[in-house]
C-alpha cells in the first residue's frame, strides 16, 4: 500500500500542474477528477454539430433532435394542451401603452403569471415578443411581486414600438414561488432519477405562452419573437429551439459551453433551471444550431463571470457552421458590449434593434431607452394565491413516473420486458458509459502476509483516466467476494496493508475484521472513495455531482461501470470461480446494476437495499421506466439475490416473477 500511495502521489504532483481555476485541492481525488472533467468535456466538445457534415444530414437527423431536445427537458411524451384559462384580474395605462395584468395555466394548477404590454392604440395585428425573465427577485412586505416587475422596462418599451409584448414570471420568482434548486442545494437529487430539471417548466410555460400569444386578435401568428437574459436568456435558448413558431430571438447572458461550465467552474454559479438532462451527452452549442436558420442574435458582454466570453464566442462559432450549411449565416448575430452580468442599456439595444429588424422589417435608430413605467405593486396579477395552484410542488408530478411493472406471464414475455429494460438502461441511464470492450486487468501493486492471509494490493483501470484500487483478502478457498468498499472500509483497509507492509498485525477492531474475511475477498475502492476522494465540502461535492450530470453520467452510473469493469478482471483472473458481490445501502443498489450486465456474477448479498430510487441510486431517467424492484428482477435472472429485512420491500416484485416462472426457491430471498 505504501508504494501505491507513493505512485498515486508522484501522479498527482504531476496533474496539480492543470489549472485547477477557483477549485483547490482539498483531497487526495480532486487532480483526478478534474483531468477526468476536462477529458470527458473535451470529448463532448461541439456536439453532435460536429458530425454534420452536409445541410441534407442535418435536415435529415433535426426532427430526431428535437424529440431528444424534449426528452432532455421532461417533455417527452409530449404534454397535453389543455385549456388555458387565461384570465386578466386588471389593466393599466399609460403614456400610450396598456398593461394586461394576465395568468393562465400552462397545465391544471400551473399557474404562470405575467404582464401583458400593448400599444393603447394600434390596428391589425401586429408583431409580438415573449419576454422571459432572469433572476430579479422582488418582494415587498414579504410579498412576491414575480421578477416580471423587475423587467417591466423591457415590455414598456416593445409597447411603445409597436409591438405586444408578454412578460412572464418563472417558477420560482414568481408571484406563487416553486423551486429552481434541487440538485444545487436543496439535495433533491432523485430530480435526476426522473430526468426533471426546472428549465423543463420554464420551456413549456413558454410553449403556452406562445399559445396565448397566437390566439390573440391583435397579435400576428407568423411574427413572433422571444427575449430575455440571464435566466430568460436560457429559456429563450430552449424555446427558440423547441419551437419553431419562434421567428427571431435574442438571448442576452444565457449561454455558455461545456467547456465553462464543466472545466472553468461556471456551473457552480447556476441553478437546476439553466440545465437539461444530457442523456444524448450534447454541448451547450447545440441549442442554437436547433435554432438556425431562424434569426439570432447572441448578445453578452466582455466580463461576464458566469457567461464568459470565450465560451459565448466558441458557441457562436460552432452555431455558425449550421448556419453556414443553412446558407443563413447572415441570420446568426453577435453582439459584445462592455460590463459584467448587468441588464444594462447598450446590451439592450442590439436586441431591440434586430427584432425590430426581423419581426417588423425595420432597422431603425435606437435613440429613447428602456424605462420602468409602473409601480412595481401596480403590476401584480393575484390579489389572493390560488388555492389549487402546484407550482410549488411542480417537481412530484412534472415528468411521470413509471407504474410498477406487471408479472409476466410467461417465459418468452418476461425475456422479452428483460431486454427491453436492459435496453432502456443503456441508452436512457448509462449512455455515459464508455465504449471500452476490452477485459480489463488487475495489475498488482504490492503483496504482504498477516498470518495465513495474503493482502494484495491491485491497480484497475476502468477507464482512461480512472485508477481505483483493488485490494484483496486471501485466506484461501475457492470462493470469491466482490466487497464494495465505501469511505468507512477505506480507512480499515489503509490500516491493515499499512500493518501487513510493516510485518504487523493491525491495530484496530475494523481492520481485524477485514483480515478474517472468508475466501477471497476482493475490495473495490469505489470512485471518490479513498484514494480518489474529492473534496468533502458539501458545496463543492454538490457541484462535483453536478458536473457529471451535465456529461450525461451521474457518480452512481460510473460506479455500476466501474464495478462492472473489477467483476469481469476478477473472472479474467480466476475463471470459473464463483462470484458473490456484497454490498450495503446505495451501493447495494450499484451492485444490483452491475449484476444486471454481469451474468458472471454467482450472488449478491445485498443490506439495507432501498426500494425506491428516491433514496438511490441516482441513475439518469431510470424512474421514467422502471424502479429498484424490477432492476432486482432483472439482476436475478443471473445471481441469486439475498437480502436483510429491510430489503424485503425491493425484492417482493423479483419473488412474485420467480414463483410465476419456477426459479428456484432460492434465487431470491430474505434473512429475517
Not at 430568460?232 to 421567428?247: E, N
Request: some cysteine; glycine content about 8%; charged content about 20%.
Amino acid at each position: 500500500m505504501r508504494r501505491h500511495r507513493l505512485a498515486f502521489s508522484l501522479a498527482l504532483s504531476a496533474l496539480l500542474s492543470l489549472s485547477l481555476v477557483t477549485w483547490a485541492v482539498a483531497e487526495p481525488g480532486d487532480a483526478a477528477v478534474r483531468k477526468y472533467f476536462a477529458a470527458e468535456t473535451a470529448a463532448l466538445t461541439n456536439q453532435p454539430i460536429v458530425t454534420a457534415t452536409s445541410i441534407d444530414q442535418w435536415k435529415a437527423k433535426r426532427g430526431e433532435y428535437q424529440e431528444q431536445l424534449k426528452e432532455m427537458l421532461g417533455l417527452q411524451p409530449w404534454p397535453e394542451k389543455t385549456d388555458l384559462q387565461t384570465t386578466v384580474t386588471g389593466t393599466l395605462e399609460k403614456d400610450g401603452v396598456t398593461v394586461e395584468k394576465i395568468h393562465f395555466q400552462s397545465r391544471p394548477g400551473l399557474y404562470v403569471t405575467g404582464n401583458l404590454y400593448r400599444p393603447t392604440k394600434a390596428e391589425g395585428r401586429l408583431p409580438a415578443i415573449l419576454y422571459v425573465c432572469g433572476h430579479g427577485k422582488v418582494v415587498e412586505d414579504g410579498v412576491s411581486l414575480g421578477n416580471k416587475t423587475h423587467y417591466q422596462h423591457h415590455g414598456a418599451w416593445f409597447a411603445r414600438h409597436g409591438f405586444v409584448c408578454l412578460t412572464i414570471d418563472t417558477l420560482q420568482l414568481g408571484e406563487i414561488q416553486g423551486l429552481h434548486h434541487g440538485t444545487h442545494h436543496l439535495g433533491m437529487w432523485w430530480w435526476v432519477n426522473r430526468g426533471y430539471s426546472p428549465i423543463g417548466v420554464e420551456t413549456w410555460n413558454c410553449v403556452r405562452a406562445l399559445d396565448l400569444l397566437q390566439a390573440r386578435d391583435d397579435v400576428d401568428p407568423e411574427r413572433i419573437g422571444v427575449t430575455g437574459r440571464s435566466g430568460g436568456g436560457a429559456y429563450s435558448w430552449y424555446i427558440a429551439a423547441l419551437d419553431d413558431r419562434i421567428k427571431a430571438a435574442v438571448p442576452v447572458a444565457g449561454i455558455t459551453d461545456l467547456q465553462n461550465h464543466i472545466v472553468d467552474d461556471c456551473i457552480n454559479g447556476h441553478c437546476d433551471c439553466m440545465f437539461w438532462t444530457n442523456t444524448p451527452r450534447y454541448d451547450f452549442s447545440f441549442l442554437p444550431a436547433m435554432v438556425a436558420p431562424r434569426p439570432l442574435m447572441i448578445a453578452n458582454t466582455d466580463s461576464d463571470p458566469i457567461f464568459p466570453l470565450d465560451g459565448v464566442t466558441r458557441t457562436f462559432f460552432a452555431a455558425r457552421e449550421i448556419y453556414s450549411l443553412y446558407d443563413a449565416k447572415a441570420n446568426l448575430g453577435l453582439a459584445i458590449v462592455d460590463g459584467g452580468h448587468a441588464d444594462t442599456q447598450p446590451l439592450r439595444v442590439p436586441a431591440f434593434h434586430w427584432l425590430c429588424r426581423h419581426l417588423k422589417g425595420e432597422s431603425p435608430l435606437i435613440d429613447d431607452p428602456a424605462t420602468p413605467m409602473f409601480t412595481k405593486k401596480e403590476l401584480k396579477v393575484f390579489g389572493e394565491l390560488p388555492a389549487d395552484q402546484i407550482n410549488t410542488e411542480i417537481q412530484e408530478t412534472f415528468v411521470p413516473v413509471a407504474p410498477g411493472a406487471e408479472v409476466p406471464a410467461s417465459e418468452i414475455a418476461w425475456k422479452s420486458q428483460a431486454a427491453e429494460l436492459k435496453e432502456t438502461l443503456l441508452a436512457k441511464s448509462f449512455a455515459g458509459w464508455p465504449n471500452r470492450k476490452s477485459k480489463p486487468q488487475l495489475t498488482q501493486v504490492v503483496a504482504d502476509k498477516i498470518g495465513d492471509a495474503t493482502i494484495t494490493t491491485f491497480d484497475l483501470q476502468t477507464q482512461p483516466g480512472v485508477v481505483l484500487p483493488v485490494i484483496l483478502i486471501d485466506n484461501g478457498g475457492q470462493n470469491a467476494t466482490l466487497q464494495l468498499a465505501d469511505q468507512t472500509d477505506w480507512t480499515a483497509l489503509e490500516t491493515l496493508t499499512t500493518a501487513a507492509a510493516d510485518g504487523k498485525s493491525p491495530n484496530s477492531d475494523a481492520a481485524q475484521t477485514l483480515l478474517k474475511s472468508p475466501g477471497k475477498t476482493y475490495f473495490l475502492v469505489q470512485r471518490g472513495v479513498g484514494s480518489t476522494q474529492w473534496d468533502q465540502d458539501k458545496k463543492k461535492e454538490t457541484h462535483i455531482r453536478r458536473r457529471f450530470l451535465q456529461l450525461g453520467q451521474t457518480v452512481h452510473g460510473m460506479r455500476v461501470w466501474d464495478t462492472r469493469r473489477a467483476i469481469q478482471a476478477i473472472e479474467s483472473q480466476s475463471p470459473g470461480t464463483p462470484l458473490t458481490i456484497a454490498a450495503d445501502g446505495v451501493d447495494a443498489g450499484v451492485a444490483i446494476y452491475a449484476t444486471i450486465f454481469e451474468p458472471s456474477v454467482a450472488k449478491v448479498t445485498a443490506t439495507h437495499l432501498p426500494a425506491d430510487h428516491r433514496n438511490g441510486p441516482i441513475l439518469l431517467n431510470v424512474r421514467r421506466f422502471m424502479n429498484m424492484p424490477e432492476a432486482v428482477a432483472l439482476a436475478a435472472q443471473n445471481a441469486q439475490i439475498e437480502v436483510d429485512a429491510d430489503g424485503a420491500a425491493a425484492v417482493a416484485y423479483a419473488q412474485t416473477v420467480g414463483k410465476q416462472l419456477k426459479w428456484p426457491a432460492k434465487q431470491v430471498t430474505v434473512n429475517k
